[in-house]
């Protein structure tokens, strides 16, 4: 089944408008390539993509080395606000900017709402 992109660019779009602290977020391939964004225009949607693909990767190899089973999430937090990264199965990564003072409870909870849409958007 072909991926509707219209649909995941609505998908994220909503995402974005609609949860309060939110500064951009994208979906992109396991490869690193960008399926979806709506990233901060200062920001090269591309290596954006192949950053979130490699860090989400690399902690699923963390997760099982430290023997802390499947990684749900990858949490970087920085001065500037933070960035969360979570899987959407095997053909997705889910990569969202927020800013510091955003409310990291309600994030997390829209974050898991959307995946589980996106996850039916990518069958």
Do not use: H
Not at 46 to 59: K, Q, T, W
């Amino acid at each position: 089944m072909p991926i509707n992109a219209e649909k995941l660019d609505s998908i994220l779009q909503t995402f974005v408008s609609g949860t309060g602290g939110v500064q951009g977020a994208a979906v992109v391939t396991p490869d690193g390539l960008p399926l979806t964004s709506t990233l901060p225009g200062e920001m090269d949607e591309e290596r954006v993509a192949a950053m979130s693909a490699s860090l989400l990767s690399l902690g699923e190899r963390i997760g099982l080395e430290l023997l802390r089973g499947n990684i749900d999430r990858i949490f970087v937090e920085g001065d500037q606000g933070y960035g969360i990264l979570t899987s959407c199965g095997e053909d997705a990564v889910f990569l969202v900017l927020a800013s510091a003072t955003a409310k990291q409870g309600i994030i997390m909870l829209q974050i898991k709402r959307v995946v589980e849409e996106l996850k039916l958007m990518l069958l």
